[in-house]
């Protein structure tokens, strides 16, 4: 424990203050207040898309203006998040905390209130461009007030909130769009806001680096946004495009020339955007790397257990993320209990240990099937989220701890970033491997069930509905046809999900090789404890 007043400037003679009581700057009252702030954030990953249907019918949209308001809502995030972190380090985490709930609570009810689907849009990204200022801001705050034997125990519960808010969201979205409204999924966020711009006003207090950034890097950040969004945007659309086409591989290719060019500049700006020297640690480098490898294996699988869950087995928004409790409840066990271990062994052990029980749920889960009852679905579930939880913590205390104080936000931009491209990454290429499969397997197991053949473009059409685990029945189809369709399209997805799984279980283990090159922040310490615990 420290006092607020440094022990240097104290007499000798004179006996070291108390720390101060109060509410401004307490640690754990200050994690109550970004934890508000950030869940808000992380439920809208989700929650929206269980909206999204009742959205297009409502506001008579088409698929791709749908698609867009997912799309427009994760690049503004992506693209933006580095940029905010340095924000908050320049202007004070604090303020851009306040900023992004109070700009991202305005933007929900804008969206709520929207008549045409084009204005959802546009304020999706406004929601993704406030949310952006949360998240490092979130991170640094907590940084710069919890003393480093107790900064692993509130990422754990930071983490906590995430993983909990990221598999709710369709518990509550579902539950919202069913017995309210779909506008009341953005109007939620209000009394959300103003509840966490309450008691940020409140608890939050300033904190700022000696050393804090005084100028903008404006070329870095043009170069940085730019490189991102040609990185995010191929991505997103690779399923549309096809991973053979030019205009995949040419964003692609844009984005190594804007990388490259960034590089450049940083290192030769006085005061660059991410001083290139972050890199020259390599436990850093190793936590943003398994960043994105962990969220390619979570989220890229994850992104098929929806499909599994709803068109396979049949269930509803709701009964899907019951299902999914497991998952969720296992992650708000783990990530306390995951950063109470990493402060007592440092975070190599766990993190490791993490990827490897990861491993082993997506191999487990690379064995399911149209039969597979609860209860395997349910051990498979909880063992995923027992092997996230260590990661989510550890891998953010490595990424922040390893970072000087004066770039906190930045590093914590940097971690959600990597999120977001590993997320990314892993819905297209699985997404890919899921329909390369379907593609190779469903004209056999078509012909083998004795069904009629068809044309190529019917088997095109049906080759995508089966990549989402949807039988393509004909209307007024026999029941004897129809049931050997709905077999045929259960199996041919099954088998697809089953590879895309067997590939993310090998990039977990991948994944935990990189975890060995981690250690305990190098500059944890460094700010730490202005609070009282």
């Not at 899921?434 to 593609?439: K, T």
């Not at 080759?463 to 209307?475: E, F, K, L, Y």
Request: proline share 6%; with cysteine; net charge neutral.
């Amino acid at each position: 424990m420290s006092s607020q007043t440094p022990v240097a400037h104290v007499a000798p003679e004179l006996p070291v203050p108390e720390p101060r009581k109060g509410l401004r700057g307490h640690p754990w009252l200050t994690l109550f207040s970004v934890a508000i702030g950030v869940m808000m954030v992380a439920l809208d990953g989700t929650i929206v898309a269980i909206a999204n249907p009742a959205i297009k019918t409502d506001l008579h949209a088409s698929l791709a203006d749908v698609q867009w308001i997912t799309n427009g809502y994760m690049l503004a995030l992506a693209v933006s998040l580095i940029t905010a972190g340095k924000l908050g380090d320049r202007f004070g985490h604090r303020q851009t905390f306040l900023i992004g709930i109070l700009g991202f609570a305005a933007a929900s009810a804008a969206i709520g209130f929207s008549g045409e689907v084009a204005l959802v849009v546009v304020f999706r990204v406004f929601q993704g461009l406030f949310g952006a200022l949360l998240m490092p801001a979130a991170l640094g705050l907590l940084r710069a007030t919890f003393p480093a034997e107790k900064l692993n125990m509130a990422l754990g519960i930071w983490g906590m909130v995430i993983g909990a808010s990221t598999a709710g969201g369709p518990i509550v979205g579902g539950l919202l769009v069913e017995h309210v409204s779909w506008q009341s999924v953005f109007f939620i966020n209000v009394p959300v806001g103003v509840l966490a711009l309450v008691l940020g006003l409140v608890i939050l207090k300033d904190h700022r680096a000696e050393n804090a950034p005084r100028s903008f890097d404006i070329p870095g950040i043009v170069l940085l946004s730019g490189a991102m969004f040609c990185l995010i945007w191929p991505l997103i659309k690779a399923t549309d495009w096809g991973w053979g086409s030019l205009s995949t591989w040419g964003f692609l290719a844009g984005a190594v020339v804007l990388f490259a060019l960034f590089a450049v500049l940083e290192s030769r700006v006085r005061e660059p955007l991410i001083p290139l020297r972050m890199f020259r640690s390599v436990p850093l480098t190793a936590g943003t790397v398994l960043m994105v490898l962990m969220a390619f294996a979570f989220m890229g699988g994850l992104f098929f257990v929806t499909f599994y869950l709803q068109n396979v087995h049949g269930l509803s928004p709701v009964d899907s993320g019951l299902r999914l409790l497991p998952l969720t409840g296992m992650m708000i066990v783990g990530s306390p209990l995951a950063g109470a271990l990493i402060t007592k062994f440092g975070p190599r052990i766990p993190l490791v240990g993490g990827m490897i029980l990861t491993a082993v749920a997506m191999y487990g889960m690379s064995g399911l099937d149209a039969s597979t009852t609860t209860g395997p679905m349910a051990l498979w579930f909880a063992l995923l989220g027992l092997g996230l939880a260590p990661v989510m913590v550890g891998a953010t205390e490595v990424i922040v701890g390893n970072a000087p104080l004066e770039l906190s936000g930045v590093a914590g931009g940097l971690q959600q970033a990597a999120m977001q491209v590993g997320g990314s990454l892993g819905t297209a290429v699985l997404g890919a491997v899921m329909a390369s499969r379907v593609d190779h397997e469903l004209p056999g197991n078509w012909q083998g069930a004795g069904l009629p053949p068809l044309r190529p473009e019917q088997l095109a059409q049906a080759s995508d509905a089966v990549s989402a685990g949807i039988a393509p029945v004909p209307p007024h189809t026999p029941k004897p046809f129809a049931d050997k369709i709905i077999a045929v399209a259960h199996d041919t997805f099954v088998s697809g999900m089953g590879l895309a799984f067997t590939v993310a279980c090998g990039v977990a283990i991948l994944a935990a090789a990189v975890a060995l090159l981690t250690k305990r922040g190098a500059n944890a310490a460094a700010g730490a404890g202005v609070g009282h615990i």
